[in-house]
């Protein structure tokens, strides 16, 4: 990437952020990239959350695209005391109700994540539902509990929750002495620091103190009675009462270390940080038919996680993303994508840069480059210099929300078909075609794709759709030997469909229903996710 000085693939740290809304995704972000000094005006981030919040209305969403799509991806890059410098690319997950199946798609793109938590709520039901995705791939998970500055809930009582809901081991890596009205800063274990908050806002400008230890009678020059009694014994507690931070742990999936901060106010940021650059791992190698393949393989090989159409309705432009695996690519460069079979030169690929766009001429295992295609890449596509390798493990998920789709006029099915799998080849979708009957059924993962689907009917397909309840709540693949599976297609037929590839998919009523089939046929799987 043009601008960086240190090419190796130790150098790089691609990975997300995971949260529930409102724990404070947007504003770490923000204050990460403002330390890179990747963005000057810290409220860039911000207002793209904000847009995002305006869930009901689509079109402003829309309109926001151009920032979206580069902002997808963000790239800063820190150079370390002893000259190391280290490029970061942070990936957007969309966390909100916009949750879809791009967000479990990007994580698929990713070393590594921070999860954040807001220490009032402690873990929610999206962090939860991303923590799982991650834990399928052992995703390393550093922990940040935020907003310390605020009244929140009992430090061990977070750290418990996190350990026994996510099955995980914690290691806790700092301290906060006291949240809310009683907060007094951030005591450091690592490094036997003590972060002090400055001015009225109360915030982290730097001050620093280093002691001996917990016990150093130097903190009550800087803390109350109380907040000295706090590092000592709480931090004390806490030490002796988790697991101490392990590497190897962290790096298979096994332990989280955990750190409290205020993205608002700065503490826990450069922590965090930090980590990443210290702990969390570099490019790693990716599961494929033929094995894994090593970051260190001379040949470029990559695999496109997300497709994003263009801002431009009448031009069906899109770009998409693909998380580069292996060697070293050159602007120009031909790739021949798995789904096509024949080269293209990848002449104006884009790397992001915060928030420019800029003209790659060199990208690395771990970066990201964003290619401009009319189509022709799907999401699970492998892009090789040689053609020779097929990446696994991108999996489709069952949806959550399935839906009838009614033309308003039945001449346009051929207009409606094609818009189906154009949505569904994005990621936008899902879409079932039954095989008795001829009312299609879409499927997803969150209500706002729904209103994001009949919207881009209308506008960029002329399309006027309206979606029914169906009678089915989930779907799942069905896998098998040809006997078996045939013989359950013969008896099932009116609960069958098939997805965009043609794969044949069990429609289910319930719950239950899956549980009823999976124990009839124990010689076929009914599975959630599609790999592809
Ligand atoms: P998200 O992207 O995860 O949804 O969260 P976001 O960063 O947008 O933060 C949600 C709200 O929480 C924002 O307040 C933000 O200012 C606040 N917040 C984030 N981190 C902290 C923190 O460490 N301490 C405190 N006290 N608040 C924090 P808002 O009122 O929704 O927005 P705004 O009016 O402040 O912009």
Not at 138 to 163: Q, Y
Not at 238 to 257: H, I, Q, S
Not at 410 to 438: C, H, M, N, W
């Amino acid at each position: 990437m043009s601008g960086s000085t240190d090419n190796s693939v130790n150098s790089r740290r691609t990975f997300a952020i995971i949260s529930h809304p409102d724990a404070g995704k947007t504003t770490l972000t923000e204050k990460l990239l403002l330390q890179g000094g990747a963005i000057h005006l810290a409220g860039e981030v911000k207002a793209r959350g904000a847009a995002r919040r305006a869930r009901s209305d689509w079109m402003k969403i829309e309109q926001q695209r151009g920032i979206s799509v580069t902002s997808s991806v963000m790239t800063f890059e820190r150079t370390d005391p002893d000259g190391n410098t280290i490029t970061f690319n942070l990936l957007d997950t969309p966390g909100h109700e916009d949750f879809s199946e791009d967000t479990y798609r990007t994580l698929t793109a990713v070393d590594s994540a921070i999860m954040v938590l807001d220490a009032a709520a402690g873990i929610e039901p999206q962090t939860l539902k991303l923590f799982e995705v991650c834990r399928l791939r052992s995703v390393p998970i550093i922990t940040l509990i935020n907003k310390i500055d605020r009244e929140g809930r009992d430090a061990f009582e977070l750290l418990d929750e996190i350990a026994e809901k996510l099955a995980l081991d914690v290691s806790p890596m700092n301290w906060p002495v006291g949240m809310g009205g009683l907060f007094e800063g951030v005591f450091d274990f690592e490094e036997n620091k003590l972060r002090l908050p400055e001015g009225d806002g109360k915030e982290y400008r730097g001050k620093v103190v280093s002691v001996e230890g917990a016990n150093d009678p130097k903190l009550a020059e800087f803390l109350s009675p109380e907040g000295v009694a706090r590092v000592a014994e709480e931090g004390l507690l806490a030490r002796e009462g988790y697991a101490p931070f392990d590497y190897e742990a962290y790096r298979n999936g096994d332990l989280t270390p955990v750190y409290f901060g205020s993205a608002l106010k700065q503490f826990g940021v450069t922590e965090v940080i930090d980590a990443i650059a210290k702990y969390a791992p570099p490019p790693r190698p990716q599961p494929s038919d033929d094995g894994e393949i090593s970051p260190e393989r001379d040949e470029v090989t990559g695999f496109i996680f997300k497709v994003q159409a263009n801002m431009d309705p009448n031009h069906r432009d899109r770009i998409a993303f693909m998380r580069q695996v292996s060697g070293t690519f050159k602007r120009g460069m031909k790739l021949t994508p798995s789904g096509l079979g024949k080269p293209i030169a990848v002449h104006s690929p884009i790397m992001f840069f915060a928030q420019d766009r800029e003209i790659a001429d060199t990208a690395q295992p771990g970066d990201i480059i964003g290619i401009p295609n009319h189509g022709t890449l799907r999401v699970g596509d492998t892009l090789s210099e040689n053609n020779d390798v097929r990446f696994t493990g991108l999996p489709n998920f069952a949806p959550e929300i399935l839906r009838r789709v009614i033309l308003k006029d039945p001449t346009k099915t051929k207009q409606l078909r094609k818009a189906l799998d154009d949505l569904s080849e994005e990621g936008v979708i899902q879409v079932f075609y039954p095989e008795l009957g001829a009312q299609w059924i879409v499927g997803v993962v969150g209500q706002l794709q729904l209103e994001v689907l009949v919207s881009r009917l209308s506008a960029e397909y002329k399309v006027e759709a309206v979606l029914e309840q169906s009678p089915f709540s989930t779907a799942r693949w069905v896998l098998g030997p040809e006997a078996p599976l045939a013989e359950f297609e013969r008896f099932n037929s009116a609960n069958l469909a098939r997805d965009r590839d043609g794969d044949i998919v069990f429609m289910a009523k319930s719950p239950w229903d899956v549980n009823y089939q999976a124990e009839k046929h124990t010689d076929l799987t009914f599975s959630a996710t599609k790999e592809r």
